[in-house]
């Protein structure tokens, strides 16, 4: 009786990991991570963008897109953060654009 639930219970598990897998699928963007990634990687450089709140504001420009207009050719943004700007309605975004190796 213990083996079979022991069984029954890996199998749940192994189906629902493996149904994640193919349902979640990469979506074209880029990966981020709140700290260094464990995969092999280099550190392209630091980035940061201006995001404003205001109705009147340009549209603002992504992370990922301001990392690829400086760095040409990224792969994932690591150490993502927002602090909010004191004088006002608005928040800077920095982070590191990283190359896998």
Do not use: C
Request: aromatic share 4%; net charge neutral.
């Amino acid at each position: 009786m213990r083996i079979a639930a022991l069984a029954a219970s890996l199998a749940v598990a192994l189906s629902a990991t493996g149904l994640a897998a193919l349902t979640s699928g990469r979506g074209g963007g880029v990966d981020h991570y709140p700290a260094v990634p464990t995969r092999a990687h280099i550190a392209v450089g630091p980035i940061q963008t201006l995001v404003e709140t205001r109705d009147d504001a340009e549209p603002n420009i992504s992370l990922a897109a301001a990392a690829r207009a400086r760095y040409d050719r990224i792969d994932a943004l690591a150490q993502v953060r927002t602090e909010p700007l004191p004088w006002g309605d608005g928040a800077l975004l920095t982070g590191i654009a990283i190359r896998w190796n």
